[in-house]
Antibody, heavy 124, light 107 residues
C-alpha cells in the first residue's frame, strides 16, 4: 500500500525548533518530488516547500513565509522526508502534511498521495 | 505568486442537486489546475487533475473544465458523502498556490 506517515509534531514555544518526519512506503521514494503543505486551524492549504527527486539532485524550494527558517531534507535509504523548523512563530501553528508530487506528462501536476498530517502548535 | 480565487466560499445544497464551484487564477495557468476534496480531520484528496482529468477511483459525477484563468468543478448529482470542503490548486508555477476553499454544506 502506498502510504505517507508524518510524525514529530507537538507544542513548542515561540523561537523554538521542531523536526518533522514523513515515512514513505509502497513506492520508489527516490523517484519522487516530495512536498510539505500546512493548514492552520480552520484555514486553507499553504504550500511550505519541496524536495526534488534524485534525478534532480534533491534540490529544494521554499515558500517565502518560511525561507531561511525551515529546511527540507530527505534520506532515500530510509524512505523518509524531513522538515526542520527553526525560529518558530505563532503563525506557524498548523497541521503539516507531506505529499507526493505526481508527474504527469513530464511535469509535477498534482499531489496524489498525502499523509494524515501532524499538528504543530507554537505557543508560550 | 499566482492568486487563486474560488467562488462561492460556501454553498448549501441538497442531495441530488447539481453544483458548480469556480476558480479563477490571477494570470493564465494553461490547464495546470487541480481540485481536491477535504473532509474534517482528513488530508485532501485529489479529484481532478490538469483541469479535466478524473483521478482513478473518483466517481464520474465529478467533472472539471476550463483553461487559462477560469475553471469549474461540477458535481452532477450530490451524494451525502460529497459534503466537504473543495480546494483548487495551480501547479503552473512555483510556488504552487491553492484557492481559499469552498465549503459545501447540506441544505
Amino acid at each position: 500500500e502506498v502510504q505517507l506517515v508524518e510524525s514529530g509534531g507537538g507544542l513548542v514555544q515561540p523561537g523554538g525548533s521542531l523536526r518533522l518526519s514523513c515515512a514513505a512506503s509502497g513506492f520508489t521514494f527516490s523517484d519522487h518530488y516530495m512536498d510539505w503543505v500546512r493548514q492552520a486551524p480552520g484555514k486553507g492549504l499553504e504550500w511550505v516547500g519541496r524536495s526534488r527527486d534524485k534525478a534532480n539532485t534533491y534540490t529544494t524550494e521554499y515558500a517565502a513565509s518560511v525561507k531561511g527558517r525551515f529546511t527540507i531534507s530527505r534520506d532515500d535509504s530510509k524512505n523518509s522526508l524531513y522538515l526542520q523548523m527553526n525560529s518558530l512563530e505563532t503563525e506557524d501553528t498548523a497541521v503539516y502534511y507531506c505529499a507526493r508530487g505526481w508527474r504527469v506528462r513530464g511535469v509535477i501536476a498534482a499531489f496524489d498521495i498525502w499523509g494524515q498530517g501532524t499538528l504543530v502548535t507554537v505557543s508560550s | 505568486d499566482i492568486q487563486m480565487t474560488q467562488s462561492p466560499s460556501s454553498l448549501s445544497a441538497s442531495v441530488g442537486d447539481r453544483v458548480t464551484i469556480t476558480c479563477r487564477a490571477s494570470q493564465g495557468i494553461s490547464s495546470y489546475l487541480n481540485w481536491y476534496q477535504q473532509k474534517p480531520g482528513k488530508a485532501p484528496k485529489v479529484l481532478i487533475y490538469i483541469a479535466s482529468n478524473l483521478q482513478s477511483g473518483v466517481p464520474s459525477r465529478f467533472s472539471g473544465g476550463g483553461s487559462g484563468t477560469d475553471f469549474t468543478l461540477t458535481i452532477s448529482s450530490l451524494q451525502p458523502e460529497d459534503f466537504a470542503t473543495y480546494y483548487c490548486q495551480q501547479t503552473y508555477s512555483t510556488p504552487t498556490t491553492f484557492g481559499q476553499g469552498t465549503r459545501l454544506e447540506i441544505k
